[in-house]
């Protein structure tokens, strides 16, 4: 086995079973997470903290600032490194996170349009549209691929646009060209939950950010002018405290509307990872999550 990844949706408990394992299996931890890449995004994220480590190296936490840009290009090529460094030294790799189509493209052959990569969703020259008319756009050119792009994510519409644009080639042809073969011997394990287990987690999470200071960690990014068009501030904690201190919503609703988009996360997550990655799950049993912990280790020991 070249990488072990451990995949699931959030609040499931990846973060504890990535400890043990490594722990255990010599390993090096890599973060699946798309935002823990950036400085100061720390309670949002639920990043792991210098203790809860114990000792573990981490890699690609706390490596951009909020204003930075950071592509699933740049993810996959430093990651591939990273995997590259932590072999030489004897040791296994194992990448942790939610964020399924990141850990994808490092494992799979998956392949970027040379042009595209430089491309950065510009929307001045959209700026006119309503994102529903960027949809339809997106739709009229390329259909198969707009199905897979809500049209609220203005960023990913407009990429998508300009990448047929700047290449000639629809997204979605891009995705079928491709074989979808795992270029690494990776085994890739997830955690599950029983449905309504999970969410009345992700709701006492949400409940406990905000007691150790989520608001205060946003108003921080808020005061420091990060817009709210950068990819850090998109995440899910985060755009939604922006509209509070835009005066749109109140505190209390900013935190509902948190514990309700990171539920539907949640749900996304598990049909994203059943669709498109072959996946052994784990079902985490909340009494004794060493039984999980053995269950994984026993079917690591068999393949």
Known sequence: MDVLCI?????????KMSIELAKRLNG????????????????????ITMDEREGIVHHLIDEK??????????????????????????????????????IKSVLYDYEFVKDAQSIDADDSKYSHLTNEELHERLVALDEAGAKNIHPNNRKRVIRALQIY?????????????????LIYDACVIGLTDDRQVLYERINQRVDQMYEKGLVQEVKSLYDRRIPETAQSI?????????????????????????????????????TWFNNQMDVTWFQVDVTCFEHTIQDVLQYLKGI
């Open 7 to 15: 995949v699931g949706p959030t609040a499931v408990g990846k973060t």
């Open 28 to 47: 090096e931890i890599i973060s699946g997470d798309s935002m823990q890449i950036y400085r100061t995004l720390d309670i949002g994220t639920a990043k």
């Open 65 to 102: 600032d909020p204003e930075q840009p950071y592509s699933v290009a740049d993810f996959q090529r430093t990651v591939r490194e990273k995997i590259s460094e932590i072999k030489s030294r004897g040791k296994l790799p194992i990448i942790v996170g939610g964020t399924g189509l990141y």
């Open 165 to 181: 644009e700047t290449s000639g080639v629809k997204k979605s042809e891009m995705i079928e060209q491709q074989d979808h073969c």
């Open 234 to 270: 998109r995440a899910i904690g985060y755009k939604e405290l922006y509209e509070y201190f835009k005066g749109n919503i109140s505190l209390e609703e900013s935190k509902e509307l948190i514990k309700r988009n990171s539920r539907r996360y949640a749900k996304r997550q598990y």
